[in-house]
Nanobody, 127 residues
Framework: QLQLVESGGGLVQPGGSLRLSCAAS????????IGWFRQAPGKEREGVSWLSSSGFSTNYADSVKGRFTISRDNDKKTVYLQMNSLKSEDTGVYYCAARWTVDRDTYYLRASEYFVWGQGTQVTVSS
């Protein structure tokens, strides 16, 4: 069974940092592109960051560019989202998602393009 499990969320003050992890089980990540998405209360799910299966192509939402970094460790079957300089508007449930692809340098922006999802981890930025 293909499964993703996020961890690393929590409560942090504005300006603080968190590192989210997304661990895969039941499959290896080598040929999977990854996306991180988030959903704030009362808002639609939005894309945050995207990563190709090779790890060489990345993209970020404008709202997090320069503050968040996505990376992967295929040997550990884990993807990370390092979040620095957190703001209150970063609050939400963060989800990682994966999709199999033969194109090693493509990332996929839309949530509908992913077919494996984690259960989410809560991030709350508040003083």
């Amino acid at each position: 069974q293909l499964q993703l499990v996020e961890s690393g969320g929590g409560l942090v003050q504005p300006g603080g940092s968190l590192r989210l992890s997304c661990a895969a089980s039941g499959f290896t990540l080598n040929y999977y592109a990854i996306g991180w998405f988030r959903q704030a209360p009362g808002k639609e799910r939005e894309g945050v960051s995207w990563l190709s299966s090779s790890g060489f192509s990345t993209n970020y939402a404008d709202s997090v560019k320069g503050r968040f970094t996505i990376s992967r460790d295929n040997d550990k079957k884990t993807v990370y989202l390092q979040m620095n300089s957190l703001k209150s508007e970063d609050t939400g449930v963060y989800y990682c998602a994966a999709r199999w692809t033969v194109d090693r340098d493509t990332y996929y922006l839309r949530a509908s393009e992913y077919f494996v999802w984690g259960q989410g981890t809560q991030v709350t930025v508040s003083s």
